[in-house]
């Protein structure tokens, strides 16, 4: 089944402790990004990834770090989180001119 | 100024009638592409239907179809004979260019709709 993969589905954690979101697509897909959903804010892009080594910032990248070093895979780095960072946190992938494949989600919580 | 415009936060509708989510964008690029995904209560995002700026004629797919007006910069969302399945909130998004720099899809507000049995 053509799928995008987020891990973990829900996290809490603590200010200050580094954590990585996975994700992964088994589409062969040459764009990944990552979305945060806040109410009221809707959707908005974190980081970009056009391919393999080649990644670019969305609209909120700050705290954020991103790496794309196989085409399949695209992991969200959060160094030091902070509870601003608390949200619903989304991966996606696309091909050609279609739409994004969305990840199910992950629902971040920083205390 | 807004990119995406959604004006309904939220809707009724009774089971088995049509309803219309509507959506508008505000864009300068020739080349843009605009889409429909479903967000249900259990938080994943569905992608419905997508509208190229070239496209020709209005996307259908199911019971879902587009009405895409593109002087107006209207790209409303047809939902025919409505299901309980179908309450959830929808979004609509755009991309704007084809090449790389296309890359973010923005997306609007969002409306929440309730379907009534």
């Known amino acids: 089944e053509a799928q995008v993969t987020q891990n973990p589905r829900y996290l809490i954690t603590v200010t200050g402790k580094k954590l990585t979101v996975t994700c992964s697509q088994n589409m062969n897909h040459e764009y990944m990004s990552w979305y945060r959903q806040d109410p009221g804010l809707g959707l908005r892009q974190i980081y970009y990834s056009m391919n393999v080594e080649v990644t670019d910032k969305g609209d909120v990248p700050e705290g954020y770090k991103v790496s794309r070093k196989e085409k399949r895979n695209f992991p969200l780095i959060l160094e030091s989180p902070s509870p601003n960072q608390t949200s619903l946190y989304f991966c996606?992938?696309?091909?050609?001119?279609?739409?994004?494949?969305f990840g199910s989600g992950t629902r971040l919580t920083v205390v | 100024a807004q990119k995406i415009t959604q004006t309904q936060p939220g809707m009724f509708v009774q089971e088995k009638e049509a309803v219309t989510l509507d959506c508008t964008y505000d864009?300068?690029?020739?080349?843009?592409?605009l889409f429909w995904y479903k967000q249900p209560s259990s938080g994943e995002m569905i992608f419905l239907i997508y509208?190229?700026?070239?496209?020709?004629q209005n996307a259908t797919e199911g019971r879902y179809s587009l009405n895409f007006q593109k002087a107006r910069k209207s790209a409303n969302l047809v939902i025919s004979a409505s299901q309980l399945g179908d309450s959830a909130m929808y979004f609509c998004a755009m991309r704007e260019g084809y090449n790389n720099a296309g890359n973010m899809l923005t997306f609007g507000g969002g409306t929440r709709l309730m379907v009534k049995p």
């Open positions: 509208q190229g700026s070239y496209d020709q």
């Open positions: 996606a992938s696309r091909q050609g001119y279609g739409g994004y494949t």
């Open positions: 864009t300068s690029d020739p080349s843009y592409g």
